[in-house]
């Protein structure tokens, strides 16, 4: 599997041509997990992808949207066998999304219980003002042993970090993370065989214009100065992260 860098939660869906944005990715080495937010979306995302190594799609069902789609997880669970990679899923409690919290977490439970059923998926998850809550159903439904878990990003102080660090989580980091001290001070306390990078677009904003996993080499470069070290080296670790996440190998496969 040839790539240079990682964009470990991209919506390459909702670009306005879809096909040209994955193009672009494969021609400039961008390694990219294409995240959707409704399981509607799968049979689509999955054609566009088959015959890719460097770019896989993933069965969502965003949290923002289950108020009006709760009833689509039937369909993500009929989806689940064909899906290696699983998101955007997760918990949003935030002043919009609140009131379908209860809902929400019914949702991810079933999700969570469903992959550590299943085994070996490897998850992107959102968790907006709802860390604890996260990480305490991934600490009760999904072992490290059953699945792997991405925290896409992730939000959370420096003790909730250690603890996601505990049960197994990477973190996928985006330019949005590394513009405000505080997150940037816990980005660069992560232990480096968890980091990733993700750019989140096109809901991103880069130079003004939507953000793309062809923005990701400038992210690596605000990461290494945050992290001190070199951008070709955070490139190279970021590289091994993924091989090592997403090796057939693993003894949990
Ligand atoms: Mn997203």
Request: aromatic share 8%.
């Amino acid at each position: 599997m040839v790539f240079e860098f990682v964009d470990f939660h991209c919506h390459l869906d909702l670009y306005p041509d879809p096909e040209e944005a994955m193009a672009e990715c494969v021609e400039n080495g961008v390694y990219v997990l294409a995240v959707t937010t409704t399981p509607k979306a799968w049979p689509r995302n999955k054609e566009m992808t088959r015959g890719f190594k460097t770019v896989q799609a993933a069965l969502g069902l965003h949290p923002q949207l289950v108020a009006e789609r709760a009833s689509e997880i039937d369909l993500w669970e009929e989806y689940l066998p064909q899906a290696r990679y699983v998101g955007e899923v997760g918990l949003d409690a935030g002043p919009r999304y609140y009131r379908s919290f209860d809902q929400q977490r019914l949702v991810f439970k079933r999700m969570l219980r469903a992959c550590a059923r299943a085994g070996g998926k490897i998850l992107s998850v959102h968790a907006v003002r709802a860390v604890t809550a996260v990480l305490d159903m991934i600490e009760t439904d999904l072992p490290s042993t059953r699945g792997r878990v991405v925290l896409h990003w992730f939000s959370g102080n420096q003790t909730e970090a250690k603890r996601a660090v505990k049960l197994g989580c990477y973190f996928s980091i985006n330019s949005e993370m590394l513009r405000k001290h505080r997150s940037l001070e816990m980005v660069a306390a992560l232990p480096m065989d968890r980091l990733l990078t993700e750019s989140d677009g096109p809901f991103i904003q880069c130079n003004d214009r939507p953000t793309k996993p062809n923005d990701i080499p400038i992210m690596v470069r605000e990461l290494a100065k945050a992290r001190r070290s070199k951008p070709s080296e955070i490139a190279g670790v970021i590289r091994r992260n993924l091989l090592e996440l997403v090796s057939e190998e693993r003894s949990w496969c």
